[in-house]
């Protein structure tokens, strides 16, 4: 029976990438995006710091392929600076999208799973949450908060049957690290046993695993992605 599936931020990057590795699998999968919807797959409009925007989008997708059974929660974005020159909106923007944007859809869609008494939740959050990273205190706070949050809710949602877990990708090619300059990006490989980025599909694989039937005694787990880069972190 095919799952219904929706991941967040799912037009591109690695959220496409683990979208399609999930309908290769024979999932029915939704997409939320703020602007180009993906081709082949159902895309509903979905601003995660807008609670009414959440709403609709699950009410949305729950209308069209039923309630969500696979939540992979994976929108997310940077606003990279130092300390000393970080404004509190680079501050908050960052913790809203990342990590209070993930409390709302997974809040709004766990409704469900507890209800049909089984799920799986995976966030997406970043070699860096436990590493930190120059420049990304926002982005490493809201990464590493996901962590205690995928945490609590494998405790609150065990016993329906719901597994939450983690995905932690190391330096992965796609827009986000755009704006990260070739000497960081350098040093951040040089530091990496495997020496290069990650792939999407890479990443894709690891939440695939997590999401599927094989996966059903896994629960607060914290899965890298990342080369080795983060190991002991
Ligand atoms: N790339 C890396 O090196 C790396 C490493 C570790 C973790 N990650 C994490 O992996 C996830 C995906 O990143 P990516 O590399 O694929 O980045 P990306 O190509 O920049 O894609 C980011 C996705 O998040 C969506 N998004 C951003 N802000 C949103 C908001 N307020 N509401 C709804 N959607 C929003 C974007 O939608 P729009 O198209 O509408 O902008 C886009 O679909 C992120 O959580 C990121 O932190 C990335």
């Given at each position: 029976?095919?799952?219904?599936?929706?991941?967040?931020?799912?037009?591109?990057?690695?959220?496409?990438?683990?979208?399609?590795?999930?309908?290769?699998?024979?999932?029915?999968?939704?997409?939320?995006?703020?602007?180009?919807?993906?081709?082949?797959?159902?895309?509903?409009?979905?601003?995660?710091?807008?609670?009414a925007q959440v709403d609709e989008a699950v009410t949305?997708?729950?209308?069209?392929?039923?309630?969500?059974?696979?939540?992979?929660?994976?929108?997310?974005?940077?606003?990279?600076?130092?300390?000393?020159?970080?404004?509190?909106?680079?501050?908050?923007?960052?913790?809203?999208?990342?990590?209070?944007?993930?409390?709302?859809?997974?809040?709004?869609?766990?409704?469900?799973?507890?209800?049909?008494?089984?799920?799986?939740?995976?966030?997406?959050?970043?070699?860096?949450?436990?590493?930190?990273?120059?420049?990304?205190?926002?982005?490493?706070?809201?990464?590493?908060?996901?962590?205690?949050?995928?945490?609590?809710?494998?405790?609150?949602?065990?016993?329906?049957?719901?597994?939450?877990?983690?995905?932690?990708?190391?330096?992965?090619h796609t827009a986000m690290i755009a704006g990260l300059?070739?000497?960081?990006?350098?040093?951040?490989?040089?530091?990496?046993?495997?020496g290069r980025l990650a792939r999407p599909e890479e990443?894709?694989?690891?939440?695939?695993?997590?999401?599927?039937?094989?996966?059903?005694?896994?629960?607060?787990?914290?899965?890298?992605?990342?080369?080795?880069?983060?190991?002991?972190?």
């Amino acid at each position: 029976m095919p799952r219904s599936v929706l991941v967040t931020g799912g037009n591109r990057g690695i959220g496409l990438a683990i979208a399609r590795s999930l309908a290769e699998a024979g999932d029915t999968v939704a997409v939320t995006c703020r602007t180009d919807p993906p081709e082949g797959l159902l895309a509903v409009r979905c601003d995660v710091t807008d609670p009414a925007q959440v709403d609709e989008a699950v009410t949305e997708v729950e209308r069209v392929q039923g309630p969500v059974e696979v939540l992979v929660a994976n929108a997310g974005m940077t606003k990279d600076q130092l300390l000393l020159r970080m404004t509190e909106e680079d501050f908050t923007s960052v913790l809203d999208t990342n990590l209070t944007g993930v409390f709302r859809v997974v809040k709004r869609a766990a409704r469900g799973m507890v209800r049909a008494r089984g799920g799986r939740i995976v966030l997406i959050s970043s070699a860096v949450a436990l590493r930190g990273e120059t420049g990304q205190a926002n982005y490493a706070a809201a990464k590493a908060g996901l962590i205690g949050f995928a945490r609590s809710l494998a405790r609150e949602l065990g016993p329906r049957a719901v597994t939450v877990n983690v995905v932690s990708p190391g330096l992965t090619h796609t827009a986000m690290i755009a704006g990260l300059s070739q000497g960081r990006q350098a040093a951040i490989l040089a530091d990496t046993p495997l020496g290069r980025l990650a792939r999407p599909e890479e990443v894709a694989a690891a939440v695939r695993f997590l999401a599927s039937p094989e996966a059903g005694f896994i629960t607060g787990a914290v899965l890298p992605v990342d080369g080795g880069a983060a190991m002991g972190h």
